[in-house]
């Protein structure tokens, strides 16, 4: 069993919905909660972080961690053609002399007008 | 100009071949590392560097090697290609100092595209 699963969809939604994107993992030692984007021919980007548990807002984005279910979530409001693309889940668990990321498998998501 | 560059970001190589892929990052970070991406396997880390002394295998380095030239190369080798080595490779690079975010950050390149036949 891998230690973080991710459904990879795809998954196609109309402009306007709201986007529902999780992943679960098994390693309760992990802290930092990440959520990457990444477009096509694109390296992944950056988009969100939780440290340990709660919410996280940013603009139509919000983050969500339950440690205690060990499952993360990444909803998208009033989605938009332009959210198209590839969400990655990644977790650590904050040491910093290793630094290594745990990714999911990617959700692709297309997002039509 | 971006952060993190790779060359080449296509490449199509025949069975056997030994093929080097170079990156290069302007952001100061002493870590790096190689990943591939699979459709439905994400991105599995091959090697990772903190150093120019320190090289660490991944989870998948079988058939891989890596040389950390300088602070700011890393190049990622395979010594004879076969075909389930095509995939997508990244390079990243983070820095643990970093303000104003996760201390783990991974900025990545824009990927090499790698095909063996």
């Known amino acids: 069993q891998k230690e973080v699963e991710q459904d990879p969809g795809p998954l196609s939604v109309p402009e306007g919905a709201i986007v529902s994107l999780n992943c679960t993992y098994s390693n309760s030692a992990f802290q930092y909660f990440m959520w990457y984007r990444q477009y096509s021919r694109k390296g992944p980007e950056l988009l969100m972080y939780t440290y340990s548990s709660g919410n996280k807002e940013d603009g139509r984005f919000t983050a969500q961690v339950d440690k205690s279910s060990k499952y993360i979530s990444l909803f998208i409001r009033d989605s938009q053609p332009s959210d198209s693309a590839t969400y990655l889940c990644a977790m650590s668990d904050g040491g910093t002399s290793y630094g290594k990321l745990t990714f999911g498998q990617g959700t692709i998501l297309t997002v039509h007008p | 100009d971006a952060d993190v560059t790779q060359t080449p970001r296509n490449r199509i190589t025949k069975t056997g071949k030994r093929i080097m892929l170079e990156c290069s990052q302007t952001k100061g970070h002493d870590r790096m590392y190689w990943y591939r991406q699979d459709p439905g396997l994400g991105l599995r880390l091959i090697y990772y560097?903190?150093?120019?002394?320190?090289?660490n295998k991944g989870e998948i380095s079988d058939g891989y090697s890596v040389s950390r030239q300088a602070q700011a190369k890393f190049s990622l080798s395979l010594e004879s290609a076969i075909p389930n080595q095509t995939a997508l490779y990244f390079c990243a690079t983070s820095d643990p100092g970093l303000a104003g975010g996760p201390h783990n950050e991974q900025f990545f390149g824009p990927g090499t595209r790698l095909t063996v036949l």
């Open positions: 560097s903190f150093d120019v002394k320190d090289i």
